[in-house]
């Protein structure tokens, strides 16, 4: 049986690579700094001592930032990628309840939820012969078949992973400690896990015009 070969959606517009990343790391910084001094704020307004406490304030400010992350991601790019647009979706509804019922364990949990969820959507794909990866990413780069399958794959299992990691932290240690984890953790972790993977995706790169033909 043969697999046609997979190329990435493609952008309307380019962002500077430092911009996107700005973009993306901007909503997590905001929801740490909020969080990190949650009690001066509520005293320079007072009106913030209705959301509760720090990870209370932390997560309204996570989910106003996101919103304006979304916002000029759509206005710089002229459309929003499939992985930004669930996490928000989930951030705007696992926040809410938050809030609403002043139970942080919604907050929490959206992490597990959302690398379950795409870890499923990945190997669920491979499970009917597709290969979902470019456009959960929205990738920039084009494999044939078997690259998309292997790296489609692993990245199946690496959202697992980071699911399973944050059950342990967050049931484990400190409020605190978890959106440090959160910010802080998660993101070096992704990059280096992306860096691990530069060897196949060399191994499986397709010209740009597309051409090539499946190694």
């Known amino acids: 049986m043969t697999t046609q070969n997979m190329t990435a959606p493609t952008r309307r517009n380019e962002v500077n690579p430092l911009l996107k990343l700005a973009l993306e790391l901007g909503p997590l ?24 406490g720090k990870i209370f304030i932390g997560t309204a400010f996570f989910m106003v930032a996101m919103t304006v992350s979304l916002v000029l991601s759509r206005w710089l790019t002229g459309h929003i990628a499939l992985m930004p647009l669930v996490t928000f979706f989930f951030v705007a509804v696992f926040g809410g309840l938050t809030l609403w019922l002043q139970d942080d364990t919604f907050i929490k949990t959206k992490p597990t939820i959302v690398n379950v969820l795409f870890g499923a959507i ?4 491979l499970a009917f012969g597709k290969s979902l990866l470019a456009y959960v990413f929205d990738a920039a780069f084009h494999l044939d078949a078997e690259g998309w399958r292997r790296l489609t794959w692993r990245w199946g299992l690496f959202f697992f992973c980071l ?53």
């Open 29 to 52: 910084v905001v929801f740490f700094l909020a969080n990190r001094y949650g009690e001066e704020l509520t005293d320079a307004f007072p009106a913030l001592a209705a959301l509760g």
């Open 122 to 125: 990945l190997l669920g794909g």
């Open 163 to 215: 699911a399973g990691l944050n059950e342990v932290v967050w049931r484990n240690f400190s409020d605190d400690f978890w959106v440090a984890f959160k910010v802080w953790a998660i993101m070096p972790i992704t990059i280096a896990f992306m860096l691990t993977q530069i060897p196949l995706i060399q191994r499986h790169a397709l010209a740009p015009a597309g051409g090539g033909e499946d190694r």
